[in-house]
């Protein structure tokens, strides 16, 4: 979200130590930019996150076809089928869902991960939540921003990993404080 970024930042700046530091997969959003902005904003993040990070698009499957990244992620309801179509077997499709029922018919219809979001204001309520969806079967990541005292927490509950946001385009360390978190989920 490069409206966390610090004046004079780039998303491409910011993502580098991190992909440096251990980030592995990169969720481009930026989805309230015209389509010629972020054609041209993906660009230098690709040069940012490649070849040693994945990088994926929130959105619309076309987008990830015309950029040649490694896939999409959906918001609930998109058709996961037709992305997988137009991308081919190469990439990845990944779906947000916000109830189990979604999740399953996420699953059914071949996604190969999930993304939750889930509030850490009440750990044990995460954790719970975290289980119950990691028992539906693609990998699990659950988001947003999980803090580094629940990381390991959260993985033994079953997600694959984390997804952060404001807590690494925020920071100035980016690359170690990726290498401390990675180290706990690990």
Do not use: H
């Amino acid at each position: 979200d490069r409206t966390l970024l610090e004046p004079n930042w780039t998303l491409a700046q910011a993502l580098a130590p991190a992909v440096t530091g251990g980030a592995r997969l990169v969720i481009f959003r930026e989805t309230d930019l015209k389509l010629a902005q972020r054609r041209s904003v993906i660009e230098f993040v690709q040069r940012a996150v490649m070849p040693s990070g994945i990088l994926i698009a929130e959105g619309e499957p076309e987008f990830a076809f015309e950029t040649d990244i490694d896939g999409v992620l959906l918001p609930v309801g998109e058709e996961i089928g037709a992305a997988k179509a137009l991308l081919g077997v190469k990439k990845l499709v990944g779906a947000i869902v916000s109830t189990i029922a979604e999740a399953e018919s996420a699953a059914s219809a071949g996604a190969d991960f999930l993304l939750i979001y889930v509030d850490w204001s009440e750990p044990e309520k995460a954790l719970r939540i975290t289980e119950s969806y990691s028992r539906i079967g693609p990998p699990l990541i659950v988001g947003e921003d999980v803090p580094e005292r629940l990381a390991a927490a959260c993985c033994q509950a079953g997600a694959a990993s984390c997804a952060l946001s404001a807590m690494v385009m925020s920071g100035p360390l980016r690359t170690d404080y990726i290498r401390r978190y990675a180290a706990l989920i690990n």
